[in-house]
């Protein structure tokens, strides 16, 4: 897959085993490895084989170290392993590692190139193409950020196998997404395969085939997010809220599936969607990507912490609505006590 972006055009490649992952790395010259230290604990290996022929550091990826203070860290590796214009920079981690390491490289030497290696499905159908990288500031989600697209994805779904259940269900929160702005019958495919006893089977490669492909359709077309591309922020707008609330203990994916829910009961409000299609996909969110939401967290909560948020023009809150499957829409809302109502009228469902 071929993706085109202003600075340099890439390509998504999947490969079947660590064998051929290995290979696609190797033919890079002057590598640093940036791996999430997990990768390296789980594939021991895989990190030995690694240093045959590039540097290799291990990076806490958690979103505590999403801050430009980890920045800093990683600036200080680049520095300490003599990294320059001409080194590529290995990113082997989920989304957390790719945002950081991105970014790092972003500014280092006014650019390094990046070749990604995503390890969560989260990762592999969604943030391993695109650009974006960010880190939190202030406690507030991706303030501070840049456009760095890669110059290679390598995927290798095998390091799916080690995920938990639950960081499984978080990617194919984002794979639900791409789903729902697609067309009726893949989110009938999704819905058939949650039936199913496993979750990695031989469908998900298409599903997440699928999702870089839908990706790949708006970032062209939008690279710097000015107008299409924010369709692709359906169910963000919340989610992100909801991150913070949990102080991040609910998964990205999970708080997009939450958010996407929630948007969808303000477009059934306010008569742009359906209550046979709110209730359908309100009961696959139910049945799914179900999480525990504290008591705690109220509707003044939400919107307080969407202040911040990058999708505030105006004073005035936008947020992405389906009117129905693969037709959206923007809208702009204001910050008063009908939001507020409507969420808190959400919360008690």
Same mark, same amino acid.
């Given at each position: 897959?071929? /993706? ?13 085993? /660590? ?12 590598? =640093? ?24 550091? $291990? ?11 980890? /920045?800093?860290?990683? @600036? ?22 790719? *945002? ?15 070749? =990604? ?7 592999? $159908? ?6 974006? $990288? ?12 840049? &456009? #760095? ?13 080690? @995920?938990?259940?639950? *960081? !499984? ?5 984002? /794979? ?22 496993? =979750? ?39 989610? #992100?809220?909801?991150? +913070? ?15 996407? *829910?929630?948007?969808? &009961? ?6 742009? +969607?359906?209550? %046979? ?5 309100? +009961? ?6 179900? $999480?525990?939401? *504290? ?21 005035? !809150? ?16 204001? =910050?008063?006590?009908?939001? %507020? ?9």
């Amino acid at each position: 897959m071929l /993706i085109s972006a202003s600075r340099t055009n890439y390509t998504v490649d999947f490969v079947e085993n /660590i064998e051929q992952l290995l290979e696609a790395l190797a033919n890079n010259q002057n590598t =640093l490895t940036i791996m999430d230290r997990n990768i390296e604990q789980l594939y021991p290996q895989l990190a030995e084989n690694l240093k045959t022929f590039s540097k290799v550091e $291990c990076f806490d990826a958690t979103e505590q170290n999403k801050t430009l203070q980890g /920045i800093e860290s990683l @600036l200080r590796v680049f520095q300490e392993n003599k990294a320059n214009r001409a080194t590529t920079v290995i990113a082997m981690g989920g989304g957390i590692l790719q *945002d950081v390491v991105s970014f790092a490289a972003h500014i280092y030497y006014r650019g390094l190139s990046v070749v =990604l290696v995503p390890t969560t499905l989260l990762a592999m $159908c969604d943030s391993s193409i695109g650009g974006k $990288c960010g880190v939190n500031f202030q406690g507030y989600k991706n303030q501070v950020g840049a &456009y #760095h697209p890669p110059k290679q994805v390598v995927i290798w779904t095998g390091f799916l196998a080690s @995920l938990s259940l639950l *960081d !499984l269900r978080s990617g194919y929160g984002e /794979i639900f997404k791409y789903t729902l702005l697609s067309y009726a019958t893949l989110y009938a495919d999704l819905k058939l395969l949650f039936k199913q006893k496993s =979750l990695i089977n031989e469908s998900l490669i298409g599903f997440i085939r699928h999702g870089l492909m839908t990706k790949k359709k708006y970032i062209e077309e939008d690279e710097f997010d000015t107008s299409v591309r924010a369709l692709l922020n359906f169910g963000h707008t919340f989610g #992100h809220a909801l991150e +913070l609330a949990s102080q991040y203990k609910i998964p990205h994916g999970i708080a997009v599936a939450q958010g996407i *829910d929630l948007a969808n &009961y303000i477009a059934w409000q306010k008569g742009l +969607l359906k209550k %046979e299609l709110f209730d359908d996909v309100h +009961l696959f969110v139910k049945q799914n990507f179900s $999480c525990e939401i *504290d008591g705690k967290v109220t509707a003044n909560m939400l919107i307080a912490h969407t202040q911040q948020d990058k999708k505030i023009v105006a004073s005035k !809150l936008k947020m992405v609505l389906m009117e129905d499957i693969g037709k959206f829409r923007m809208e702009a809302f204001v =910050l008063d006590n009908e939001l %507020e109502m409507l969420v808190q009228n959400y919360l008690r469902l």
